[in-house]
T-cell receptor, first 112, second 117 residues
């Protein structure tokens, strides 16, 4: 079965430090990969996506993600975390017909 | 750009009543709209996919007679929860895609919190 895994339920980082939120996928073919962020009681906001080309994708709010085909990973990164980055982050893969498979989500907590 | 709205943002209803949730793409025409359900501290569960002018495609285990979806235009889709029960209480999120086929980015609405008493 196709799936997207986010192995960490929660990631805690001090403000100003770099952050990484992990994501691996098991999807047939060459999937398109996405990161979304969700703030409390809100819908998901699109951060970035990978389709093809450069393995490092830059997105909104200073976030970027690195695609690694051999490791089937698409980790989300930011060089310097802000307290306002605290939210729930979802990795997703789209392998066919615009149907997206979501990971279970990772709660990112940035302490001042 | 690519803004999706949902109305209402929050609704409380009595058991047995029906509730309609609207999803609108405000500044683009959406070829496809999606309805998700999210349980507390859980990921999104796709309920159905709808294309304008055609019947929605429901995911396995989702009762199409209970969750009625109407995609009346390229900017409006509605989800009606019929004869709601407390177990239907959840956070419902819609999304709209600007392109059909693989790779179309989905833009999400802010969600609707449904509480059934």
């Amino acid at each position: 079965a196709q799936s997207v895994a986010q192995p960490e339920d929660q990631v805690n980082v001090a403000e100003g430090n770099p952050l990484t939120v992990k994501c691996t996928y098991s999807v047939s073919g060459n999937p398109y990969l996405f990161w979304y962020v969700q703030y409390p009681n809100r819908g998901l906001q699109f951060l970035l996506k990978y389709i093809t080309g450069d393995n490092l994708v830059k997105g909104s709010y200073g976030f970027e993600a690195e695609f690694n085909k051999s490791q089937t990973s698409f980790h989300l990164k930011k060089p310097s975390a802000l307290v306002s980055d605290s939210a729930l982050y979802f990795c997703a893969a789209d392998s066919s017909a615009s149907k997206i498979i979501f990971g279970s989500g990772t709660r990112l907590s940035i302490r001042p | 750009g690519a803004v999706v709205s949902q109305h209402p943002s929050r609704v409380i209803c009595k058991s047995g009543t029906s509730v309609k949730i609207e999803c609108r793409s405000l500044d683009f025409q959406a070829t496809t709209m999606f309805w998700y359900r999210q349980f507390p501290k859980k990921s999104l569960m796709l309920m159905a996919t709808s294309n304008e002018g055609s019947k929605a495609t429901y995911e396995q285990g989702v009762e199409k007679d209970k969750f009625l979806i109407n995609h009346a235009s390229l900017t409006l889709s509605t989800l009606t929860v019929t004869s709601a029960h407390p177990e239907d209480s959840s956070f419902y999120i819609c999304s709209a895609s600007v392109a059909s086929g693989t790779g179309g980015t989905q833009y999400f609405g802010p969600g609707t919190r449904l509480t059934v008493l």
